[in-house]
């Protein structure tokens, strides 16, 4: 009866810790701006949140920010291209995924930190932003404003499906993968831990399944 009782405990005890390491991120986990306004806003008030999904859409470039700070994680997360009539756009589709950004960091378009970038035929690029630092097959990225690192592999859904994003951040060493496969990988990034941010930039798109959870290896 006590071993039972004990392995019980323990049981308890490691879905717990496996509950508070993994975050399925919801609307109070998020802040919103946008570039004519800079402030920080009820992430409801400029973004719909309905079927358990994001949806971004609108005249207004802007970012959806967590309030949190995050270091060595993974990020897993759905995007579609929103293709409804009523939110049709012109020119090629853009937004992205970026993440490690500093806390200190200003609220504007667009933070300091490193994208996945989410555009069309070139969906897993890195951007490193405002002077991001890493090493990419062994050379180091050049500072800069805006700096991109082509994907080595293409493989995004086409137009109008579900794509699955997964990014693994450690200590510097990033990974980021496309509907299961990785498609780009880089060491010694500058910035290892910060926010995260959905970006939206005029091109309707929607969002879901959002968890973070921490990892203790690459």
């Not at 035929?121 to 050379?139: E, H, R």
Request: proline share 2%.
């Amino acid at each position: 009866m006590f071993q039972k009782s004990a392995f019980a405990i323990v049981l308890l005890l490691i879905l717990n810790s496996c509950a508070v390491q993994q975050k399925t991120l919801k609307t109070e986990d998020w802040y919103a701006f946008t570039k004519t306004n800079p402030a920080r806003q009820e992430s409801s008030k400029i973004y719909e949140f309905t079927d358990g999904m994001i949806r971004m859409y609108g005249d207004d470039n802007g970012c959806l920010m967590t309030k949190k700070s995050y270091k060595n994680f993974e990020l897993t997360l759905d995007f579609r291209w929103n293709l409804e009539e009523k939110y049709k756009m012109k020119g090629t589709k853009n937004s992205g995924v970026m993440y490690n950004i500093p806390l200190d960091a200003s609220d504007k378009i667009w933070p300091k930190g490193i994208q996945f970038q989410i555009k069309e035929n070139v969906t897993g690029d890195f951007i490193f932003l405002d002077q991001v630092t890493a090493k990419v097959n062994g050379k180091s990225i050049e500072a800069g404003a805006s700096v991109v690192s082509p994907k080595f592999l293409a493989n995004e859904n086409a137009h109008g499906e579900w794509n699955s994003i997964v990014i693994r951040s450690f200590n510097g060493k990033i990974t980021q993968y496309l509907n299961g496969k990785l498609v780009n990988e880089c060491t010694e990034a500058s910035s290892t831990e910060g926010k995260i941010s959905l970006n939206y930039e005029r091109s309707p798109i929607d969002f879901r399944n959002i968890t973070i959870k921490s990892i203790s290896k690459e």
